[in-house]
Protein backbone atom coordinates (compact mmCIF):
# COMPACT_ATOMS: atom_id res chain seq x y z
CA UNK A 1 0.00 0.00 0.00
CA UNK A 2 1.09 3.52 -1.09
CA UNK A 3 1.97 6.17 1.63
CA UNK A 4 -0.52 8.52 -0.95
CA UNK A 5 -3.46 5.90 -0.15
CA UNK A 6 -2.63 5.37 3.51
CA UNK A 7 -2.65 9.20 4.00
CA UNK A 8 -6.26 9.32 1.63
CA UNK A 9 -8.08 6.97 3.97
CA UNK A 10 -6.85 8.79 6.98
CA UNK A 11 -7.95 12.08 5.51
CA UNK A 12 -11.68 10.34 4.62
CA UNK A 13 -12.08 8.60 8.21
CA UNK A 14 -11.81 12.27 9.83
CA UNK A 15 -14.68 13.34 7.08
CA UNK A 16 -16.51 10.11 8.03
CA UNK A 17 -16.19 10.59 11.52
CA UNK A 18 -17.00 14.76 11.47
CA UNK A 19 -20.06 13.27 9.72
CA UNK A 20 -21.29 11.46 13.08
CA UNK A 21 -21.33 15.09 14.68
CA UNK A 22 -25.13 14.83 12.80
CA UNK A 23 -26.36 11.76 14.73
CA UNK A 24 -29.10 12.35 17.51
CA UNK A 25 -28.07 11.61 20.69
CA UNK A 26 -30.07 8.27 20.44
CA UNK A 27 -28.29 7.21 17.11
CA UNK A 28 -24.75 8.19 18.62
CA UNK A 29 -25.87 5.88 21.77
CA UNK A 30 -27.20 2.85 19.47
CA UNK A 31 -25.57 -0.59 19.98
CA UNK A 32 -24.32 -2.03 16.99
CA UNK A 33 -26.10 -4.79 18.35
CA UNK A 34 -26.86 -7.16 21.10
CA UNK A 35 -23.97 -7.21 24.02
CA UNK A 36 -21.61 -4.80 21.63
CA UNK A 37 -20.42 -1.22 21.73
CA UNK A 38 -22.34 1.56 20.89
CA UNK A 39 -21.63 3.83 17.74
CA UNK A 40 -20.12 6.33 20.65
CA UNK A 41 -17.96 3.49 22.16
CA UNK A 42 -16.50 2.77 18.75
CA UNK A 43 -15.99 6.04 17.99
CA UNK A 44 -13.68 6.58 20.99
CA UNK A 45 -11.76 3.98 20.57
CA UNK A 46 -9.65 5.21 17.58
CA UNK A 47 -7.76 8.17 19.49
CA UNK A 48 -6.38 6.30 21.63
CA UNK A 49 -4.68 3.41 19.11
CA UNK A 50 -4.05 6.46 16.89
CA UNK A 51 -2.07 8.08 19.78
CA UNK A 52 0.17 3.95 20.56
CA UNK A 53 1.00 4.24 17.25
CA UNK A 54 2.47 8.05 17.12
CA UNK A 55 4.41 7.47 20.25
CA UNK A 56 5.13 3.91 20.53
CA UNK A 57 5.52 2.70 16.73
CA UNK A 58 6.47 5.33 14.14
CA UNK A 59 9.20 6.52 16.38
CA UNK A 60 10.79 2.47 16.83
CA UNK A 61 9.60 1.37 12.69
CA UNK A 62 12.79 3.10 11.48
CA UNK A 63 15.19 2.61 13.76
CA UNK A 64 17.11 0.40 15.50
CA UNK A 65 15.54 -0.22 19.19
CA UNK A 66 13.17 -2.87 19.38
CA UNK A 67 9.65 -2.17 19.74
CA UNK A 68 8.06 -1.38 23.00
CA UNK A 69 5.22 -3.79 24.22
CA UNK A 70 2.34 -3.08 22.63
CA UNK A 71 -0.63 -2.29 25.22
CA UNK A 72 -3.13 -4.89 26.36
CA UNK A 73 -5.76 -4.75 23.84
CA UNK A 74 -8.60 -5.93 25.67
CA UNK A 75 -8.54 -3.31 28.58
CA UNK A 76 -7.23 -0.19 26.23
CA UNK A 77 -10.81 -1.13 24.40
CA UNK A 78 -12.87 -1.48 27.49
CA UNK A 79 -10.91 1.62 29.15
CA UNK A 80 -11.86 3.53 26.06
CA UNK A 81 -15.44 2.02 25.33
CA UNK A 82 -15.85 3.32 29.54
CA UNK A 83 -14.86 6.99 28.87
CA UNK A 84 -16.63 7.48 25.63
CA UNK A 85 -19.17 6.38 26.82
CA UNK A 86 -19.49 9.28 29.47
CA UNK A 87 -18.21 11.94 27.26
CA UNK A 88 -20.10 13.90 24.62
CA UNK A 89 -20.22 13.02 21.04
CA UNK A 90 -18.64 16.35 20.02
CA UNK A 91 -15.63 15.58 22.17
CA UNK A 92 -15.43 12.32 20.95
CA UNK A 93 -15.14 13.23 17.26
CA UNK A 94 -13.31 16.09 18.08
CA UNK A 95 -10.41 14.08 19.92
CA UNK A 96 -10.03 11.45 16.99
CA UNK A 97 -9.87 14.74 14.41
CA UNK A 98 -7.27 16.12 16.47
CA UNK A 99 -5.43 12.85 16.76
CA UNK A 100 -5.72 11.48 14.09
CA UNK A 101 -4.44 14.85 11.99
CA UNK A 102 -1.34 14.11 14.45
CA UNK A 103 -0.77 11.09 12.69
CA UNK A 104 -1.10 12.32 9.13
CA UNK A 105 1.12 15.30 9.62
CA UNK A 106 3.61 12.16 10.94
CA UNK A 107 2.71 10.03 8.15
CA UNK A 108 3.47 12.71 5.59
CA UNK A 109 6.87 13.51 6.79
CA UNK A 110 8.26 10.18 6.32
CA UNK A 111 10.52 9.72 4.14
CA UNK A 112 9.27 8.15 0.88
CA UNK A 113 12.36 5.93 0.96
CA UNK A 114 11.56 4.58 4.34
CA UNK A 115 7.82 3.11 3.33
CA UNK A 116 9.17 0.15 1.57
CA UNK A 117 12.66 -0.33 4.48
CA UNK A 118 10.95 -3.62 6.74
CA UNK A 119 10.96 -3.84 10.71
CA UNK A 120 9.99 -6.73 12.83
CA UNK A 121 6.74 -6.78 15.33
CA UNK A 122 7.62 -10.03 17.44
CA UNK A 123 8.35 -12.53 14.20
CA UNK A 124 6.53 -10.52 11.81
CA UNK A 125 8.32 -8.46 9.15
CA UNK A 126 6.93 -6.18 7.44
CA UNK A 127 6.72 -2.53 5.51
CA UNK A 128 4.94 0.67 7.14
CA UNK A 129 2.65 0.59 4.08
CA UNK A 130 1.90 -3.53 4.82
CA UNK A 131 1.45 -2.27 9.03
CA UNK A 132 -0.86 0.53 7.65
CA UNK A 133 -2.99 -1.10 5.60
CA UNK A 134 -3.81 -3.76 8.89
CA UNK A 135 -4.76 -0.52 10.61
CA UNK A 136 -7.05 0.79 7.49
CA UNK A 137 -8.84 -2.88 7.36
CA UNK A 138 -9.40 -2.18 11.29
CA UNK A 139 -10.99 1.41 10.47
CA UNK A 140 -12.88 -0.01 7.66
CA UNK A 141 -14.90 -2.90 9.70
CA UNK A 142 -15.64 -0.65 12.15
CA UNK A 143 -17.34 1.77 9.75
CA UNK A 144 -19.22 -0.55 7.90
CA UNK A 145 -20.47 -1.70 11.24
CA UNK A 146 -21.21 2.26 12.17
CA UNK A 147 -23.12 2.72 8.70
CA UNK A 148 -24.89 -0.76 8.86
CA UNK A 149 -26.43 0.05 12.46
CA UNK A 150 -27.27 3.57 11.05
CA UNK A 151 -28.10 2.43 7.74
CA UNK A 152 -25.71 4.77 5.98
CA UNK A 153 -24.88 3.42 3.05
Do not use: C
Not at 2 to 24: C, D, K, P, Y
Not at 52 to 68: A, V
Not at 87 to 95: A, H, L, N, Q
Amino acid sequence: MQATEIVWHNEESIRFMQALGMLTEEEWRRPLGPGKWTVAEVAGHFAPWDRFILELRLPYFLGDDPLPEGPDADALNARSARESGSRSRDDTIDEFVSVRRQLISALRDLPAEDWGREFRIGKSRMTLGQYFRGMIEHDEHHFRQIRQVLEIK
